[in-house]
């Protein structure tokens, strides 16, 4: 059964930061593009940050210079890290996956159950 489980969402302050982990299973996820998604109350979920399996990556304009995107193939984790967070970025972060592309245009076929992350400011 195919799995993905996102951690370390939390409260934190305004300029602080966060690495969320994204752990898989279930499929050879290693293989595929992974990427975050996020979603705050009323609106749309919307893509944030991808990376395929040889580690090339794409971001959205609005986290670029403040949040990367990583991977462990070894651990079948990805990683987002979330630097400089603004109250904006409050929102349940999604991780998902496909098989050849991932971006704003997709609509994964797999993804975890969120987790939540709220910055005060």
């Known amino acids: 059964q195919a799995q993905l489980v996102e951690s370390g969402g939390g409260l934190v302050q305004a300029g602080g930061s966060l690495t969320l982990s994204c752990a898989t299973s279930?499929?050879?996820?290693?293989?595929?593009?992974m990427g975050w998604f996020r979603q705050t109350p009323g609106k749309d979920r919307e893509f944030v940050a991808s990376?395929?399996?040889?580690?090339?990556?794409t971001l959205a304009d609005f986290v670029k210079d403040r949040f990367t995107i990583s991977r462990d193939n070894a651990k079948d984790t990805v990683y987002l890290h979330v630097m400089s967070l603004k109250p904006d970025d409050t929102a349940v972060y999604y991780c998902?996956?496909?098989?050849?592309?991932?971006?704003?245009?997709?609509?994964?076929?797999?993804w975890g159950q969120g987790t939540q992350v709220t910055v005060s400011s």
């Open positions: 279930g499929r050879p996820f290693k293989y595929y593009v």
């Open positions: 998902a996956a496909e098989p050849l592309r991932l971006d704003r245009d997709t609509a994964p076929h797999y």
């Open positions: 990376i395929t399996w040889s580690g090339a990556t």
